[in-house]
């Protein structure tokens, strides 16, 4: 995923002391990968390859309708599911300045994620009981079975059931510059991971791409890249929001949170296939806020959007 301009940190500058950021990155659920020989690898934007992301478990049915790419996407089960279950897990209070304080607070938020998403995804007709691994690791590079991952921001890769992977240096890096804002982005990057687990388990992620590599245009496969990445955003605000009583998000976590989302995104001469930072604070906080009295995955079908919401 880009990070911000120059021009725009320069831009920036003035609530870069508020928010300690000296780039800021949206979690990557496709970095470039490198193909290891028999492995599944996540195609990018504008690329057509012969390999397959790799098939959830099984379900009881996914959708209403016919089960195409498009009315997987659009009428999953998903969407008329019940409140996602509050997992009433509060903050681990431990620093991250180091790689076991990082292991040990995605380790919290990782297991609060599979259980209060278990609900959902049981109604859903998917297989709820498929928890994710969790790999935090320090290089700048890793061998996933996606292939070889270049980047520091969160990836999630779909073999093996789902493999969630924090890059605890960058994590590291922003703690020693603001403390609060590096919570804030581990909790936003863990959830936005676990969003695209959602997905791969609701069989979203599949017949997204299914739909990307089908487009003739480069203009439409990126178009459907940001409908996936603005859900799976979506879907992690959802889990944030369901919870926020308990964890508490609020005083300063919440200010940093919501500095956060209304930043992240496509910036202007970058690839436009994540969305832009206003449509990702619109879809970051349409999962964060209630639906009546509960948080609901279906605030999140983005392909029942137009394209200005988008874009």
């Known amino acids: 995923m880009p990070n911000l301009s120059r021009n725009t940190l320069r831009g920036l500058a003035g609530v870069a002391a508020f928010a300690a950021l000296a780039a800021l990155t949206l979690p990557n659920a496709q970095a470039a990968p490198v193909a290891a020989a028999g492995h599944p690898v996540l195609p990018q934007p504008g690329e057509t390859p012969d390999q397959a992301v790799s098939t959830p478990p099984a379900g009881e049915g996914l959708t209403t309708m016919a089960s ?15 409140a996602i279950t509050p997992s009433k897990c509060a903050e681990v209070n431990v620093s991250l300045r180091t790689v076991a304080g990082v292991q040990s607070y995605s380790s919290k938020l990782w297991t609060c994620m599979y259980a209060a998403w278990a609900v959902p995804l049981k109604y859903a007709g998917a297989a709820y009981k498929v928890k994710p691994k969790l790999v935090v690791h320090t290089g700048t590079k890793i061998n996933t079975g996606c292939g070889i ?3 520091t921001t969160g990836y999630y890769c ?9 890059p605890a240096a960058y994590i590291m890096q922003r703690w020693g510059q603001n403390p609060t804002y ?13 969003g695209h687990h959602v997905q791969f388990l609701t069989g979203i992620l599949n017949a997204s791409w299914t739909r990307q590599r089908a487009f003739s245009t480069n203009a439409a496969r990126l178009e459907e890249s940001r409908r996936r990445e603005l859900q799976a955003s979506c879907l992690g605000a959802a889990y944030i929001g369901a919870n926020k009583r308990y964890y508490p998000m609020s005083g300063g976590l919440l200010t940093q949170f919501n500095y956060l989302i209304s930043h992240m995104g496509d910036q202007p001469g970058g690839v436009r296939d994540h969305g832009s930072p ?6 970051s906080t349409a999962g964060f806020n209630a639906k009546h009295t509960y948080t609901v995955a279906g605030n999140c079908n983005t392909w029942n959007a137009s394209s200005t919401y988008v874009a």
């Open 68 to 82: 195409s790419p498009t009315n997987v996407v659009r009428y999953n089960r998903l969407y008329n599911t019940p």
């Open 149 to 151: 991952a270049y980047n």
């Open 158 to 166: 779909s073999a093996s059931n789902g493999v969630i992977y924090i």
């Open 182 to 194: 590096a919570r804030a982005w581990l909790t936003q990057m863990m959830a936005h991971e676990y």
């Open 278 to 283: 206003k449509n990702h604070a619109f879809w």
